[in-house]
């Protein structure tokens, strides 16, 4: 066996949304209009990718987004308020909390 195949799989992010700040982020997110009309039908998704990446053995960090610093977060480094912008926070989060998992 290989290193790589004693190893767990990665830590993976998962972005997150609070119902009160739904409305909001939809608004934000230039590729909102894609996202459900209620928030119950997005949590009801993202509880499924969730299961579906622990069932696979990762372990899933829910990245909460803030709509008040998440500009500033994009601003910061460069990056869209769109499916980018979420790729590269939740990454960071994961690093953050993980280290490097390369």
Do not use: N
Not at 55 to 71: E, M, N, W
């Amino acid at each position: 066996m290989t290193d790589s195949e004693d190893r767990p799989p990665p830590a993976v992010g998962a972005y997150w949304i609070r119902e009160e700040d739904y409305p909001s982020l939809r608004t934000l997110f230039p590729d909102g209009g894609k996202m459900p009309p209620a928030w119950k039908e997005w949590l009801r998704m993202a509880e499924e990718m969730e299961h579906g990446l622990k069932a696979y053995g990762h372990v899933v960090l829910r990245v909460y987004i803030d709509p008040k610093t998440f500009p500033d977060w994009c601003a910061a480094h460069g990056t869209s308020l769109g499916s980018d912008g979420r790729k590269k926070f939740v990454a960071a989060a994961v690093t953050e909390r993980y280290g490097d998992q390369s």
